[in-house]
């Protein structure tokens, strides 16, 4: 095991840094490639990873904004969660462009766990939920898309 795979098991920060500066450095043999092309690829598994869970968040909030009785909504945090987490997908497919085409999976793929989440949170029985996401993703990520809304705007809630 060479000085670099040593200082990989020891400090992750402190090898992190001298990998970035062997490579601005070009100092290509010193590199510790194995561990890093393992980083690198940790990297990408990391946003697809946090697309899920922003999905699986978004339509587990859009599922109790469509679904939970009016008068125990938590109203405005759901709207507000609404809005971050499409924020949060938007940033994610900007960096990271590939994603965007595996959408429709991660969200099939994270759907299931959102429903059981919403019935979990409202207290309503899980077959209330539709067993598949009953929304496109075009329309899970439109932030103009409101379910149970014809306008583009949030429906006021008492």
Not at 103 to 115: I, K, S
Not at 118 to 146: G, M, Y
Request: net charge negative.
């Amino acid at each position: 095991m060479g000085t670099n795979a040593k200082l990989y098991e020891q400090d992750f920060y402190a090898w992190t840094q001298e990998q970035a500066a062997l490579l601005r450095e070009g100092a290509v043999h010193e590199l510790d490639l194995a561990n890093l092309a393992e980083e690198i690829e940790s990297l990408g598994k990391s946003d697809r990873r946090a697309l899920g869970s922003h999905l699986r968040n978004l339509v587990m909030h859009l599922l109790k904004w469509q679904y939970q009785p009016r008068g125990r909504l938590t109203g405005h945090s759901w709207e507000s969660s609404i809005q971050n987490a499409r924020d949060e997908i938007a940033m994610i497919l900007e960096d990271s462009h590939s994603l965007g085409p595996a959408v429709p999976e991660v969200l099939a793929r994270r759907y299931p766990l959102a429903r059981q989440n919403a019935a979990t949170e409202t207290r309503l029985p899980l077959a209330l939920f539709p067993a598949s996401c009953p929304w496109t993703p075009e329309q899970v990520l439109d932030p103009n898309f409101w379910p149970g809304s014809d306008d583009s705007s949030p429906p006021l809630r008492p």
